[in-house]
Structure formats: structure tokens, C-alpha cells
């Protein structure tokens, strides 16, 4: 995309530089580990973390010293997903699609020391589907209607369209069924999701939430691995299907041989990203004990941990972490923004900078 050339500037107002101080949107307490900062500088990435519980997005970033975080907000933040060109985050009743315009940064933040800008492009209203995980395919933005048990696709024509559902949910319906929640994808297409349980009435998972959880075949539409603890965050990485099994705070595999735990962390487990040699996963406190009450993490830990911890793939073993002290208290999606240290994504309710940036076509050539 190029840069708009040759369009008059009205107002200066309008069209000058912008003035956000998103790190103190929010009084964010956390601290980190010393390590945390120096692996987000040398891999080069920044942190989309999302909490559906404080209402936002977090962009965590690092100078090599100190990690910063700024918050966006976004009501019910729940799925996130970084592609080439922009970004994708499921909210209350919209899915969103930003747009990556580091082209604007000059124009709009020439004092600041940004590398990378995302902006609100595009909303689909879908109602309270509870859209959980979101990702392209085919560039078509799908995402998990967990309300509805379903993988969708968005639509200018409708709500949402679904494209997939489990074998054993007999009609689609808002009736939260099964709690669909997660998704794999495998060459740009859904190939794995994750359920709380095989049922097919409304909030009947919540009974075999303990050890009810099933991993599915897309392809075959069969179930490839069950009795998990409420999983979530289906990945493939490196060829392997990597699954958190939310309610024992584990991370795993799961292949021929079943779940295979490579890791224990001390919470709730949600949101999984890989870059490198590092898996990024996002802990959680239990707020809510009707829901989520008498798992297997509560019996190991008395005090669960809100944070993003950092796993060496290589060697199994804990290597940093970021926890939230205050404010924050459960986390739903980690994501990589690659190749960026200080990027910015701009609020959707902050007033300072979405209402005031523009992005323009550059005017046709003559």
C-alpha cells in the first residue's frame, strides 16, 4: 500500500501528528521476569494479549531492559489473530479486521519510535454468537461460534454462515452445546478444534467439564483424543498438534499415543503462540466457580497465576514470564507480532488517535 501523495490538508487539526500515551490508558500492574524482555528483543516480536475479563487488548513490547505494555480497549476481547497483512480480534456481538499501515506512522506519530501500525478497518456484527478463536482462510475471516457450536465464516449478506459443525451436534442453535472454543489450522485451513465435551443440549459440557474435553478431526469429523481438562488453544507447530489442557495446567501434544504433557504451569491455561523455539502461554485466575470450579488445577495450586509464560520447546523447560499483578485477571488469546518491537495498534473507543488518523489511496497517476 502507498503512501497518500498530493491530498490537501484541510486542518491541520486533522490531518497532523496524533498524541496517544497508551501504556497509562490503564493502571496495569505487573512485572516480569528479567529474562522476558531480552527473548522479545532478540527474537524481534511483540505480544497481542487479549482478556475478555478487563474488556481489552494488551500489546506487550520490549526495549531489550524493560517490557511496557499498551492497552486497548475492546469490549469482550476474546480471539486474535496476526496475519501478513492486518489483524483480526473477535469482541462482544463483532469480529474486527485491522489493517497494517506503517505507511501512516511518519504522518501521524513522527516523535514517537513506532515500527509497525494496525487500524480498524472493517467490523462484522454477528450477534451474540460468542465468536472465540478467529483466523483467515482462503482470505475469508472464520472463527469458532461457540454459541452455535460451529465454525462460521463472516458474510456481508448474513450474521455469519456456518461452514462445519461436529458430527454429534444434531442442528445448530445458540444453545452452547458442546463449548467449541479452539482451532488448529494446517496450510491455511481449520484441520483441529477443541470442545469441553461431547454433548448436544444446551450447557450440558458443564457437567463433564473435569474430564469431558475432546480434540476433533476437521477432516474426518471424528474425535481423535478425549477426556482432557477443559482444553483449549489448539495449535500445530513443527508438525505437532499442541493442545492446553486448560484444567490440569498442562501443555502437550496430542498423537497416536494420546496427551503427552510436556509442560506444568501454575494456572488456567489460555492462549498458545510459538515463534522460534518458544511457546507463549497465557495463565489465568478462576474468577467465576460455576464454570470453571473444581478442576485439577485448583487442587495442585491455592493461588492461580495470571501471566504470559515462556517455554523452551527444545528443552521443556520454564524460561520467563510476565505476570499481571492488578486489573487483569484471566486471559483468552496470545499472538505474535512479528518483526516488531514497538508497534501500535489504535483503540476502537480511544478518541485521540482513531478519530483523528486517515488512510487515503495514493491519487491515480495522470
Not at 476437521?218 to 498438534?241: C, E, F
Amino acid at each position: 500500500m502507498e503512501a497518500p501523495v498530493g491530498i490537501p490538508a484541510p486542518d491541520e487539526a486533522t490531518t497532523g501528528p496524533v498524541t496517544v500515551t497508551p501504556e497509562n490508558e490503564k493502571d496495569l500492574g505487573f512485572d516480569y521476569s528479567l529474562s522476558f524482555p531480552a527473548i522479545l528483543r532478540d527474537l524481534g516480536i511483540s505480544l497481542a494479549v487479549t482478556t475478555y475479563q478487563a474488556g481489552g487488548m494488551c500489546i506487550i513490547t520490549s526495549d531489550g531492559e524493560d517490557a511496557k505494555i499498551a492497552s486497548r480497549n475492546y469490549r469482550k476481547a476474546m480471539g486474535c489473530y496476526v496475519h501478513p497483512k492486518g489483524m483480526l480480534l473477535a469482541i462482544q456481538h463483532q469480529v474486527l479486521a485491522f489493517a497494517r499501515a506503517p505507511h501512516l506512522i511518519q504522518r501521524y506519530y513522527p516523535k514517537a519510535n513506532y515500527d509497525d501500525l494496525y487500524i480498524p478497518q472493517l467490523a462484522y456484527f454477528t450477534g451474540d454468537m460468542s465468536a472465540h478463536d478467529v483466523a483467515l482462510m482462503d482470505g475469508n475471516i472464520i472463527a469458532v461460534a461457540t454459541g452455535f457450536n460451529c465454525l462460521v465464516s463472516m458474510s456481508p449478506d448474513h450474521s455469519f454462515v456456518p461452514i462445519w459443525k461436529p458430527y454429534f451436534i444434531s442442528s445448530l442453535s445458540a444453545e452452547d452445546r458442546c463449548h467449541l472454543n479452539g482451532m488448529a489450522l494446517v496450510n491455511g485451513r481449520p484441520r483441529y478444534v477443541t470442545a469441553l465435551a461431547k454433548t448436544d443440549s444446551k450447557g450440558a459440557w458443564r457437567e463433564q467439564r473435569r474430564d469431558g474435553g475432546i480434540v476433533i478431526d476437521v477432516n474426518t469429523n471424528q474425535i481423535i483424543h478425549k477426556g482432557l481438562s477443559m482444553p483449549h488453544s489448539p495449535r500445530v507447530y513443527q508438525g505437532d498438534l499442541w493442545v492446553l489442557n486448560s484444567g490440569t495446567g498442562e501443555v502437550g501434544i496430542v498423537n497416536s499415543l494420546g496427551f503427552q504433557s510436556m509442560i506444568y504451569l501454575p494456572g488456567f491455561l489460555r492462549g498458545l503462540a510459538f515463534y522460534g523455539p518458544y511457546a507463549f502461554v497465557g495463565l489465568s485466575k478462576i474468577r467465576e466457580k460455576k464454570t470453571f470450579g473444581g478442576l485439577p488445577i485448583e487442587e495442585k495450586v491455592h493461588e492461580l497465576r495470571c501471566s504470559v509464560e515462556i517455554v523452551n520447546l527444545q528443552t521443556g523447560l520454564w524460561e520467563g514470564n510476565l505476570v499481571f499483578r492488578k486489573q487483569i485477571e484471566e486471559l483468552y488469546d496470545v499472538q505474535i507480532i512479528p518483526n516488531a518491537r514497538q508497534p501500535i495498534v489504535t483503540g476502537y473507543d480511544q478518541k485521540d488517535d482513531l478519530q483523528l488518523l486517515f488512510d487515503l489511496p495514493a491519487p491515480a497517476r495522470r
